[in-house]
Nanobody, 124 residues
Framework: QVQLVESGGGLVQAGGSLRLSCAAS????????VGWFRQAPGKEREFVAG????????SYTDSVKGRFTISRDNAKNTVYLQMNSLKREDTAVYYC?????????????????WGQGTQVTVSS
């Protein structure tokens, strides 16, 4: 089992920045990919970004490219999502998830473990 705990959400003005953290514990060696997802009210959950746990290869959805950066610190078993130039449409609950298998397209992987989510609200 893998446990994931997100932190760092909050209220920020448009154009501002936030950094989300995802701390992993448990059977860490089973993790291949860690991803960030988000779900806005009335919308489906969507893939935001992913990072390979060992190799560090990253992937982003088009709407956040150039604004968000995903990174990992293996020594701390933590994955970060640095979010800059935030827009109102980035408002959502952000979830961290871990996949036990890797693949070419992170967004299409089955993610086995999920955190509880952290709210990000961007005001105008």
């Amino acid at each position: 089992q893998v446990q994931l705990v997100e932190s760092g959400g909050g209220l920020v003005q448009a154009g501002g920045s936030l950094r989300l953290s995802c701390a992993a514990s448990g059977v860490i060696y089973s993790i291949e990919v860690v991803g960030w997802f988000r779900q806005a009210p009335g919308k489906e959950r969507e893939f935001v970004a992913g990072v390979g746990w060992s190799g560090g290869v990253t992937s982003y959805t088009d709407s956040v490219k150039g604004r968000f950066t995903i990174s990992r610190d293996n020594a701390k078993n933590t994955v970060y999502l640095q979010m800059n130039s935030l827009k109102r449409e980035d408002t959502a609950v952000y979830y961290c998830a871990a996949a036990s298998n890797s693949g070419t397209f992170y967004s299409k992987l089955p993610f086995d473990y999920w955190g509880q989510g952290t709210q990000v609200t961007v005001s105008s």
